[in-house]
C-alpha cells in the first residue's frame, strides 16, 4: 500500500471511530441523565450495573494474563459497597464498615476451602483490589447525588427545578467527559509532545492542555446553567480538580491495561471499548470532586 493510501486508510479508520464515539455518547447520555435525575435510587442501580459490566471486564482481562480472580466473588462485594454507600446516612450505623470487614473475610474465606490454593494470594489481592477500585471509587456518585443543598434560584435553568443532587452529578459528569472530549481533539489537532508514552503513546501534553480547559469551561457553564453555589472561583477549581483527576484516572487504566496487555477493558461501547474504557476518568473524578465539594460548600451541599 502507497503513502497515500496509508494516509486515507488512517483518515478514514480515524472518521469511523468518531462516529463510533458520537453515536454511542448519544446514546448513553440521555440515559444516564434520566437515571441521575430520577432519584438517588436510580442512581445507585447504574452505579451497581455498571459495577457488574466494568469487574466482569477487569475480571476477564486478568484471566487473559493468567490471573485468577473469583469474578462472583469480586462483583458480590462491588454490589456490597454500592449498597453500603447508597445507605450511608439512612441507618444508625456505618453500613461500609461492615461491608469492608464481610468483604475481607469472604474473600479469603473462598481461597481457604478451595482444593487448588496455587494462585490464592494473587487471586484474593485482585479480586479485592478490583472490586474496590470499581465500585468504591464508582459508588461516589451515588453520594453526590445524595446531596441536597440548595442550588442558586438565578440558575439559568432554574424553571427546570432540577433535584440539587443531580446537578452536581451533571456538573462531574460534564466536567470529566469534555475534558476527554477536549484532550481527544487538542491531542488529535496540536498533538506533538507525549505525556506518558510508556503508559498511552497517543496522549500528549497539548492534548491535556485542551482538555483542562475544555473541562474548566464545563464546570463554569455548569455553575451558570444549574445555580451552583461556588462562584467563578470554586467552579474554576472544580475545573482544574476534575481534569487533573480524569487524566490520571485514565492514566491508571492505562497502567492496568499494560500490565494485563490488552488494548481495550471490553468491547461494549463502539468507538469507546468497554464500560472501565468509558469510566477509567470518572473513577478519580467522582471522589475527588465529591470531597471538594464539600469543602466549597462548608458541607451544605
Known amino acids: 500500500m502507497d503513502g ?26 440521555p440515559i444516564l441523565v434520566g437515571l441521575a435525575y430520577w432519584s438517588v435510587w436510580t442512581t445507585a442501580l447504574a452505579v451497581a450495573l455498571a459495577t457488574v459490566l466494568a469487574l466482569s471486564e477487569l475480571y476477564a482481562a486478568l484471566r487473559q494474563a493468567n490471573y485468577q480472580p473469583r469474578t462472583w466473588v469480586g462483583i458480590a462485594t462491588g ?55 470499581v465500585a468504591g471509587l464508582l459508588s461516589f456518585y451515588v453520594l453526590l447525588r445524595d446531596l441536597s443543598g440548595p442550588l442558586l434560584p438565578t440558575a439559568w435553568l432554574a424553571g427546570l427545578n432540577l433535584p440539587p443532587g443531580a446537578a452536581w452529578v451533571f456538573t462531574v459528569m460534564a466536567i470529566t467527559w469534555l475534558q476527554d472530549s477536549g484532550a481527544y481533539f487538542a491531542g488529535r489537532a496540536f498533538g506533538r509532545h507525549k505525556m506518558a508514552p510508556n503508559l498511552s503513546p497517543k496522549k500528549t501534553w497539548e492534548g491535556a492542555a485542551g482538555g483542562l480547559i475544555a473541562g474548566v469551561l464545563g464546570a463554569i457553564l455548569a455553575m451558570l446553567l444549574l445555580g451552583l453555589p461556588i462562584g467563578y472561583g470554586g467552579a474554576v477549581l472544580l475545573g482544574v480538580a476534575g481534569s487533573i483527576a480524569g487524566m490520571l484516572g485514565d492514566l491508571a487504566e492505562s497502567l492496568l491495561k499494560r500490565q494485563i496487555g490488552v488494548k481495550d477493558a471490553g468491547s461494549l461501547i463502539p468507538g469507546h471499548g468497554g464500560i472501565l474504557d468509558r469510566a477509567d476518568s470518572m473513577l478519580f473524578a467522582g471522589p475527588v470532586l465529591y470531597m471538594l465539594i464539600l469543602l466549597l460548600t462548608g458541607g451544605n451541599a
Open 79 to 133: 454490589l456490597l459497597i454500592c449498597g453500603a454507600m447508597t445507605f450511608q446516612g439512612r441507618l444508625p450505623f456505618d453500613p461500609l464498615i461492615l461491608v469492608i470487614a464481610l468483604s475481607v473475610l469472604l474473600a479469603l474465606l473462598a481461597e481457604v476451602f478451595r482444593s487448588d490454593r496455587s494462585q490464592s494470594l494473587t487471586a484474593w489481592a485482585f479480586t479485592f483490589a478490583g472490586a474496590y477500585y
Open 4 to 29: 497515500a493510501n496509508v494516509a486515507s486508510a488512517a483518515s478514514t479508520g480515524k472518521a469511523s471511530s468518531l462516529g463510533q464515539r458520537v453515536v454511542s455518547a448519544l446514546i448513553l447520555l
